[in-house]
């Protein structure tokens, strides 16, 4: 069983910046890509940003030219950088993890709490 560990969420001012990190127990060079989403209560699930095995990465809209996804294959870690956040960043933002064997299997974190407010 994947375990990802994900670390970083916490309470920021409008504008500031916030790293967030995920740790996988094993190689996240298994997976064909791992990504952040995001999901407010009472919203459907958004794809925040996500990064391919081969190092493509791809953002959703509303987070283009804001946050950066970075990963580091040795420490097993992907990192989703934020910066200008805004109130409307707010929310519950979850790690996956995409392995591929006959089917996708989707692995996700326990998720870590963005919350931006003056």
């Known amino acids: 069983q994947v375990r990802l560990v994900e670390s970083g969420g916490g309470l920021v001012q409008p504008g500031g910046s916030l790293t967030l990190s995920c740790t996988a127990s094993?190689?996240?060079?298994?997976?064909?890509?791992m990504g952040w989403y995001r999901q407010a209560r009472g919203k459907e699930r958004e794809l925040v940003a996500l990064?391919?095995?081969?190092?493509?990465?791809r953002y959703g809209d509303s987070v283009k030219g804001r946050f950066s996804i970075s990963r580091d294959v040795p420490d097993n870690t992907v990192y989703l950088f934020m910066s200008n956040l805004q109130h409307e960043d707010t929310d519950v933002y979850s790690c996956?993890?995409?392995?591929?064997?006959?089917?996708?299997?989707?692995?996700w974190g326990q998720g870590t709490q963005v919350t931006v407010s003056s």
């Open positions: 996956n993890a995409k392995y591929v064997l006959d089917a996708t299997i989707d692995y």
């Open positions: 990064i391919t095995d081969d190092g493509q990465t």
């Open positions: 094993e190689s996240i060079s298994n997976f064909i890509a």
